[in-house]
């Protein structure tokens, strides 16, 4: 028995277990490629095209500016909307925690935005705005708004008042209260705040250049669908996705980053 | 506009005919008066150990003198300033060691002693090298860089007492720091606060609802009772163990009531 847990933390044993770990994370994904592949042999190319076609099309939209310039303006209304809806949804959220007057004013107004669809947005932008970028920018303004607003609000309404009661006792300016004890309290729930949100922001930015653009990832599935290029339809789409998993472990890295010190149990759950 | 500092006459802390009421009578709610009519002087030096059973109101006259609550009625003043209206100007003057250690968890145990520092804008190498040297007078060598979950809570207890020893605070106020360790590591974590304070000449109040606490902590003990005021006010080594013996048992009533 001893022997056998010596054994486990061989180097050999170390490398096994990064390994085995990508292998069970890729495992579904070959499964998907290989049943879709699959499919490709059996249906039309409309339905089911070959993966190699594409990969060719992913790689054709990277290689050819006018087609990346696309993918870049969308990847920058995502995050345009998502600072715009952080930073307004953090004003919002610290003077609704000031103030119960202003967060009995202002949740009432963030719930019903809440209720309203994003394609219902997306309509309302249309008629209201001319400019596209406009338009794009408010969707995903007030889409994200409450979300955001009630992430931030719920984050720091969670700051241990024990510890704020302490950093309080050296009677620090605001400034000082803010880098001691209020970001770092609320900056775990804020990147998980992004997480979430960028998830629903790629999904309603689509919708926003469905609709209301004449350009971006979401005017080019339109494109797509009109000429019933499957391919093409599932290479733009990829470019969001890779963009989510970037932008995902770019967050989970300042995750890593601030949050290294939180205690882990050696008992997996 | 700065409040006059105090006269080398006046008492360090000053509580005069200090009430405190929670709730809004005026509206219909139910009040609760914590503390009633409490008058107390403390002067420069003085180790004060405040008696009292538990939520006879010693937390709430604790809060008044840090600066984090204010009296309904009565004057607060600390080194002759109302510490919640000139909170700022008290600042580096006095320093809490709170019942629990409230260690911030992103910190390793030198970046925690080092935030009262901070905040006081001391240069980064002074903070260092004091937040390193209090861990050391603490007994915690070689644990600068551990995260409080990674330490005991004697040694996050310890950490705390380096945080408030680490500013060079002239006031100490302790709300039943060691109430919540065990025996022998509250003893001797005791023993060693008492010689720090001492050897440091700070002003130190110290909560506690422990007789034997306040008879080794305090050069004055302070009985209160429930809603906080006064019951007894003694200085067991001037009034001999015979005559503190006398009053053991009153004192064990009140906290018994």
């Given at each position: 028995m001893v022997e056998e847990l010596a054994k486990d933390k061989t180097p050999h044993g170390a490398f096994a277990q990064p390994a085995r770990r990508l292998i069970e994370a890729a495992a579904p994904f070959v499964l998907l490629a290989a049943c879709w592949q699959l499919g490709s042999l059996f249906f039309p190319k409309y339905l089911f095209p070959s993966l190699v076609d594409v990969l060719w099309h992913t790689l054709d939209i990277f290689a050819t500016w006018s087609q990346l310039a696309e993918v870049l303006a969308t990847f920058a209304r995502i995050l345009g909307g998502l600072v715009g809806a952080f930073v307004i949804g953090g004003v919002l959220a610290t003077l609704m925690a000031r103030s119960p007057?202003?967060?009995?004013?202002?949740?009432?107004?963030?719930?019903?935005?809440?209720?309203?669809?994003?394609?219902?947005?997306?309509?309302?932008?249309?008629?209201?705005?001319?400019?596209i970028e406009l338009r794009i920018f408010f969707i995903m303004i007030v889409t994200s708004?409450?979300?955001?607003?009630?992430?931030?609000?719920?984050?720091?309404?969670?700051?241990?008042?024990?510890?704020?009661?302490?950093?309080?006792?050296?009677?620090p300016t605001r400034r000082k209260m803010f880098s001691a004890l209020i970001l770092p309290s609320i900056v775990g729930d804020i990147l998980t705040a992004w997480k979430v949100n960028l998830g629903n922001a790629s999904r309603v930015v689509v919708v926003a250049e469905l609709v209301g653009a004449t350009g971006g990832i979401g005017y080019e599935l339109l494109q797509q669908q009109q000429i019933f290029d499957m391919a093409g339809a599932l290479a733009w789409t990829l470019q969001l996705v890779f963009f989510v998993l970037i932008v995902q472990r770019i967050v989970t890295m300042l995750e890593n980053r601030f949050l290294h010190y939180r205690a882990v149990s050696e008992r997996t759950f | 506009m700065n409040a006059p500092a105090a006269s080398p006459s006046e008492p360090e802390i000053h509580l005069g005919h200090v009430t405190k009421t929670f709730g809004r009578p005026r509206r219909g709610a139910e009040s609760f008066t914590a503390v009633d009519d409490l008058v107390l002087d403390i002067a420069q030096g003085d180790m004060v150990a405040i008696l009292g059973k538990t939520g006879c109101g010693k937390s709430t006259m604790f809060n008044m003198i840090a600066g984090l609550l204010a009296p309904s009625a009565g004057t607060v003043r600390v080194q002759g300033r109302d510490p919640f209206r000139h909170f700022n100007e008290l600042r580096g003057k006095i320093a809490i060691v709170f019942q629990n250690d409230r260690l911030l968890p992103w910190r390793t145990a030198i970046g925690n002693v080092e935030l009262g520092l901070e905040i006081l804008d001391v240069a980064p190498r002074?903070?260092?090298?004091?937040?390193?040297?209090?861990?050391?007078?603490?007994?915690?060598g070689g644990h600068e860089n551990d995260y409080p979950h990674?330490?005991?809570?004697?040694?996050?207890?310890?950490?705390?007492?380096?945080?408030?020893?680490?500013?060079?605070?002239?006031?100490?106020?302790?709300?039943?720091?060691?109430?919540?360790?065990?025996?022998?590591?509250?003893?001797?974590?005791?023993?060693?606060?008492?010689?720090?304070?001492?050897?440091?000449?700070?002003?130190?109040?110290?909560?506690?609802?422990?007789?034997?606490?306040?008879?080794?902590?305090?050069?004055?003990?302070?009985?209160?009772?429930?809603?906080?005021?006064?019951?007894?006010d003694v200085r067991p080594r001037e009034v001999g163990p015979q005559a503190w013996e006398a009053i053991r048992p009153n004192i064990r009533g009140i906290l018994s009531e």
């Open positions: 007057p202003v967060d009995r004013f202002l949740a009432p107004i963030l719930n019903f935005f809440q209720g309203i669809p994003a394609l219902s947005w997306v309509v309302f932008a249309v008629i209201w705005f001319h400019g708004l409450p979300a955001f607003t009630f992430q931030v609000l719920g984050a720091l309404r969670a700051i241990s008042k024990d510890l704020a009661e302490m950093v309080l006792s050296f009677r | 002074q903070r260092h090298d004091t937040a390193r040297y209090w861990l050391s007078r603490l007994g915690l990674m330490l005991s809570g004697g040694m996050r207890q310890r950490v705390s007492i380096a945080r408030a020893f680490a500013t060079d605070a002239t006031i100490l106020l302790c709300d039943e720091p060691f109430s919540s360790l065990d025996e022998i590591t509250g003893q001797r974590l005791r023993t060693e606060f008492a010689n720090l304070v001492r050897e440091n000449g700070k002003t130190a109040v110290f909560i506690t609802h422990s007789i034997d606490e306040a008879l080794q902590i305090g050069e004055r003990v302070v009985v209160l009772r429930r809603p906080a005021k006064i019951a007894y």
